[in-house]
Every structure is written in structure tokens, then in C-alpha cells.
């Protein structure tokens, strides 16, 4: 491939007009355990495997799916530890934000800022593209929305997204089951079955991992014992 | 310097004030006047002197109110993301330990001095901070231009383990001194209370000063200012006219 001529610089350009590392970024994420986002009528629920390296981790302490602002949250797949700094980053961009405009941060606006800075990490010196790609859902005045945004900084409002290893599976399943008119609860619902299509191994409310939003506007995170509520509804 | 020719700077509004807080058995009540001053004239009759920091923890600020302000909003985001950080609610040290480095950093300038008070894990605590930057732990506080006449009375009336309703009691009496007996204090009495369970808000728990005469009637003024005398000067006859010309140079 010609292109590996010029796959050690970030910064450079290919002949055939991509940027190398960002590729990779892409594929470093499309190796990370599946997640989803589905967006219905009266809210958004995101979901993703928790598959831990070893049954020894205490899998209380990990979690996933993190809260932004009180009404959006967010969900990724690729590298943790990226994961983490954007988070932190997100976070301290939402409170500036209500700081200066006393007023909660619209969730458009946030994935602006946050892919404003991962795009800023495709064209600094010395610094390289984050390995994650984010699910952000939120609620907020324009109603319920599901954002994704990549390792090179371009953001897409999606009405249901998968990302990760089983992303092609994940989006056909998606297609074939969302409709327009779904309500919070059923989209949980298929969430779950979208996940299930492509689990190793038995799936439980300790390995997965279910974000929701409805219209209260309060973004939370299921316990273990409600996702094996909804996991026996499904069944 | 332009002192001396009659011209003063303006005033900067101050909050004159009497805050106090006490700890009660089960938790924090903080209690504010609401008249803001523009050295000696009155420029704000109701306004908010307990500020939001925390769930579970409320500020009352007297000394400049801009720097009240800001100060106490600073400190509410800085705890917010903390909070998003460790995942857990804030502890009142916290909110005390950021106010009182800010306030030393700025050496005193941040005219802000401040009763903290709120209930956390650890228990119920209750602070004040003082412009400089130092801070004190009590049972019961008073800050403000008011505050030798709240806490005469809290250190007459003052007693562990005061019930919820003795306590909002005691408070509203010692604010109720500050706005009687200060002139920099005045108008409704406010009250926090903060418990393990939550937090009440008693926004003008107390109006002793109602504005008490209004004329039904209404009030009427001279509808326009009084004529009197008349007397018109045709300019033509006094003033030398010159037409056409370049009235000025360019």
C-alpha cells in the first residue's frame, strides 16, 4: 500500500488524500467492545458490553457509560484511558459553559466542543488522534438526541448507531427493528436484543452496561438488577 | 485627589448585612437580612444573601456583593466537577478549603467574608472565612455590619441540641437584632436549613418591614414643569448675520 509511506506523521497528508493515523484511530476503535445508542420518541438509551479481562475484576468499579451534565451522557468504544481525558474535558467545557450563559448546556453545542478537541489532537504537533469513538445522548429543549463523534472530530446525529467489533451485525439489526414512533422501554428492549446478537457467553446485568434518558431530562445509569428485569422481559 | 474639588468615586454596592448560621441537632441553619447598600443609600430592598454551593451545602455572603457573587459561583462549579469526578456529594471542608485559598491568593482584595455552612457525611459543619483568607469552625456565627447585634443575642440564647423550630427561632431573632439595630442591615429576614434529609429554602421567612402607607388615592405630581414667565428675543436684532461665505474653515 502506497499509503505506508506515509502512515508515521499524523500531520501528513497521503497522495491518496486521507490521513493515516485517523484511519488507524478508526480501526483501533472498531476493535473495542461493541456499543449502541438508540434514539426514541420520549428519550435515548445507549448501551455497551462490559466484557472485564478477568473473572477476578471487581466489575463494580468499572463503569462505562458516564454522566456529562445532569441530561446528557455518553458512551464509547475503543481505549478506556482516552476515553477518560475526553470525559474530563467534556465535563469542564459543559460547566464553563452554564458558568458564563447560566443556562444548561445545549447538547449540540457540547459535541461541538468535544469534537472541536479531538479534531484539535489531528492537527497539533507531537500528539496523537484519540482512539475512541462517543455515543452522546441527551435531552434537552430541542427534545431527545443521539450524537456520534469520531476519532478525527466529525460529528453525525444518528436515530440508533452501533460502534465497535460487531458494528455491521449491530447496525443491520438496528434497521431492520427501529421505527420512528418507539417508545423509551422498547428501545431498552431492542438495545438488548442488539447486543445479545453478537454476546459471547451468557449476558447478564453484569456484563452489560444500559444509559438512559426519558423526559425528566436526568441521565442515568441502570443498576445490575434492573437490566436482569429487562433482560427477563426479554426473553 | 478630585476629592478635594467635590468629586467622589462611586460607591461600589456593599451588602452591609448581619449573616449568622448555627448548628442545631440535626443540621445547619444559616439565616440573612436582604438590604444591599450603595454607601448610605438602600439599592437593593430584597436580595439573595445565601448563595447555592452544593446540595448539601449553602454560603451566605456579606462585604462587596460582586465579590460575593462570583466567588461563591467560582467555588459551586469547581464542587460540581469534583463531584462528577470522585462520584461523590461534597464535603463542606471542600467548599471551605477553595474559598479560603482564593481569598488568599487575592490578599484580601475579594472583599468577600462568608458563613459556610451545610452537612456532609462527616456530620453538620459550620465556618466562616474572612477576606484575608483566614476561617474559623463554631457552633454559631455572625458576619457582617450586623453582626455584634446577632450575636448578642446568640450568645445570650444559644444551646446544644436546639430543635429545628428553636432554631429557625433563635436565627430569626438574631437577624431580626441586625436589621432593627444596624443601619446597614434591613428588611426581610431569610433562612436556610440544611439536614442529612435535604435542604429548605425559606426565601423571606420573616417581613417586619412591609411598606405600610401607600395612598389609595395614588400620588399626583405637577404634570409638567411650571411656566413662569414668558418672554421671547427675537435673535435677528442682536446678532450679526452673514449670508452665503464660508462660515468655517475647514
Given amino acids: 500500500m502506497g499509503d505506508s509511506q506515509y502512515s508515521f506523521s499524523l500531520t501528513t497528508f497521503s497522495p491518496s488524500g486521507k490521513l493515516v493515523q485517523i484511519e488507524h484511530a478508526l480501526t483501533a476503535v472498531g476493535s473495542g467492545q461493541t456499543s449502541l445508542g438508540i434514539k426514541a420518541a420520549n428519550g435515548v438509551v445507549i448501551a455497551t458490553e462490559k466484557k472485564l479481562p478477568s473473572i477476578l475484576v471487581d466489575e463494580a468499579s468499572v463503569q462505562k457509560i458516564q454522566c456529562l451534565t445532569p441530561n446528557i451522557g455518553v458512551v464509547y468504544s475503543g481505549m478506556g484511558p482516552d476515553f477518560r481525558v475526553l470525559v474530563r474535558k467534556s465535563r469542564k467545557q459543559a460547566e464553563q459553559y452554564h458558568r458564563l450563559y447560566k443556562e444548561p448546556i445545549p447538547v449540540t453545542q457540547l459535541v461541538r466542543e468535544t469534537a472541536a478537541v479531538m479534531q484539535e489532537f489531528t492537527q ?112 | 485627589m478630585l476629592a478635594n474639588k467635590g468629586v467622589n468615586p462611586p460607591s461600589f454596592r456593599k451588602t452591609g448585612t448581619t449573616i449568622v448560621g448555627l448548628i442545631f441537632q440535626d443540621g445547619v441553619i444559616l439565616g440573612a437580612d436582604t438590604r444591599a447598600t450603595e454607601g448610605p443609600i438602600v439599592c437593593d430592598k430584597n436580595c439573595e444573601k445565601i448563595h447555592y454551593m452544593a446540595p448539601n451545602i449553602y454560603c451566605c455572603g456579606a462585604g462587596t456583593a460582586a465579590d460575593t457573587e462570583a466567588v461563591t459561583d467560582m467555588v459551586s462549579s469547581q464542587l460540581q466537577l469534583h463531584r462528577y469526578h470522585t462520584g461523590r456529594e461534597s464535603r463542606v471542608v471542600t467548599a471551605l478549603t477553595l474559598l479560603k485559598r482564593h481569598l488568599f491568593n487575592y490578599q484580601g482584595y475579594v472583599s468577600a467574608a462568608l458563613v459556610l455552612g451545610g452537612v ?41 441540641g436546639l430543635t429545628r423550630n428553636e432554631g429557625i427561632e433563635l436565627v430569626t431573632e438574631a437577624i431580626c437584632s441586625g436589621i432593627f439595630n444596624d443601619l446597614g442591615s434591613g428588611s426581610n429576614v431569610d433562612v436556610c ?57 475647514e
Fill in chain 1, 124 to 235: 497539533s504537533g507531537g500528539v496523537r488522534p484519540f482512539g475512541v469513538s462517543l455515543l452522546v445522548a441527551g435531552y434537552d429543549d430541542n427534545g431527545p438526541q443521539l450524537y456520534q463523534v469520531d476519532p478525527s472530530g466529525s460529528y453525525f446525529s444518528w436515530k440508533a448507531s452501533a460502534m465497535g467489533k460487531n458494528v455491521s451485525n449491530a447496525k443491520t439489526f438496528l434497521e431492520k427493528r427501529y421505527t420512528d414512533d418507539m417508545e423509551l422501554d422498547d428501545a431498552v428492549h431492542t438495545a438488548i436484543l442488539t447486543l445479545k446478537e453478537g454476546f459471547e457467553g451468557q449476558i447478564s446485568g453484569k456484563n452489560i452496561e444500559i444509559g438512559i434518558i426519558g423526559t425528566d431530562k436526568k441521565f442515568r445509569v441502570l443498576t445490575p438488577a434492573e437490566i436482569d428485569d429487562y433482560l427477563a422481559e426479554v426473553e
Fill in chain 2, 120 to 160: 456532609d457525611v462527616t456530620g453538620p459543619h459550620l465556618h466562616t472565612i474572612y477576606p484575608h483568607g483566614s476561617t474559623d469552625t463554631l457552633p454559631f456565627a455572625t458576619m457582617g455590619s450586623g453582626s455584634l447585634a446577632a450575636m448578642a443575642v446568640f450568645e445570650s440564647k444559644y444551646k446544644e
Fill in chain 2, 193 to 249: 436549613v440544611i439536614t442529612k434529609g435535604g435542604k429548605e429554602y425559606l426565601r423571606n421567612h420573616l417581613q417586619p418591614n412591609p411598606r405600610t402607607y401607600t395612598s389609595s388615592k395614588g400620588y399626583s405630581f405637577p404634570k409638567k414643569t411650571e411656566v413662569l414667565l414668558t418672554k421671547i428675543i427675537p435673535l435677528k436684532e442682536k446678532v450679526e448675520i452673514i449670508e452665503g461665505g464660508d462660515a468655517m474653515e
